[in-house]
């Protein structure tokens, strides 16, 4: 994939976690590993061999999720996320969950284009 993509981060959203696991690292030989997220579990990331991490697994747990498939989620990379929120809503786009912190990682927001395709807003922590 080229350095250059607007895509930062790719994760499966799924019920089975570990099916999921099993699954991209049998098939495409994606390796795992794993980090603690407390109470809401364990989150798996996927890296191709040698190279860094470029998605993960998010586990759909409780009532919120009761009926909703498995997906896949992208995450567009963005400078001011505030900025772009904006921008979204004002190219007809739609705010689900405005911009909210993932600890140690950044600020992402989930939001939908015109015609209904979801894809998440990414602003990562500045070193």
Not at 5 to 15: G, K, S, Y
Not at 23 to 34: G, H, L, N
Not at 96 to 123: K, N, R
Request: glycine share 10%.
């Amino acid at each position: 994939m080229p350095e250059n993509t607007p895509f930062a981060w790719h994760e499966i959203h799924t019920t089975d976690a570990q099916k999921a696991k099993k699954f991209y690292s049998d098939c495409f030989r994606w390796e795992t590993s794993e980090m603690s997220m407390g109470e809401d579990g364990v989150y798996t990331m996927f890296n191709v061999p040698g190279a860094k991490p470029f998605g993960g697994i998010v586990e759909l747990r409780g009532e919120a999720w009761k009926g909703i498939p498995a997906h896949w989620a992208v995450y567009v990379d963005v400078e001011d996320i505030r900025a772009k929120v904006k921008e979204v809503e004002a190219c007809g786009g739609k705010i689900v969950v405005p911009p909210f912190e993932v600890p140690s990682v950044g600020l992402t927001a989930l939001v939908h284009d015109p015609q209904g395709a979801p894809f998440h807003l990414f602003q990562g922590v500045k070193s």
